[in-house]
């Protein structure tokens, strides 16, 4: 009686572990990644534009023309690509030719 009352358990608790072993890659993947729009409550409060030529300067003083979110320490997109996640929106994706007010200048490569 014990031996099958042994293997009855074994049993059980390998049902229960062959999914967690065996379960598809599917399940895990992320999302992929969502487009900033200006009109998103964080980006009009950061002053995000699509376009640094469209900052309004009255009201961002600080904003130069060459200030662009590729220049920005906060940018994690592929140099040269048009587009590319930003830190500051969770990793929403942002225009490499935009600017919002949290722009840090990235530093320039050692030699």
Known sequence: MMNSRRHFLFKIAASAAAPAL???????????????????PVATALGYKE??????????PMHTAEQKCDG????????GA??????VFGGKIVTAGGWCVTFAKKPEPAK
């Open 82 to 87: 048009a587009s590319g996640p930003c830190s």
């Open 72 to 79: 920005c320490a906060l940018y994690t997109g592929a140099v």
């Open 51 to 60: 376009d640094t030529a469209k900052v309004d300067a009255a009201k961002y």
């Open 22 to 40: 065996f379960c598809n890659r599917v399940f895990a993947q992320t999302p992929p990644p969502v487009k900033l729009e200006e009109s998103d």
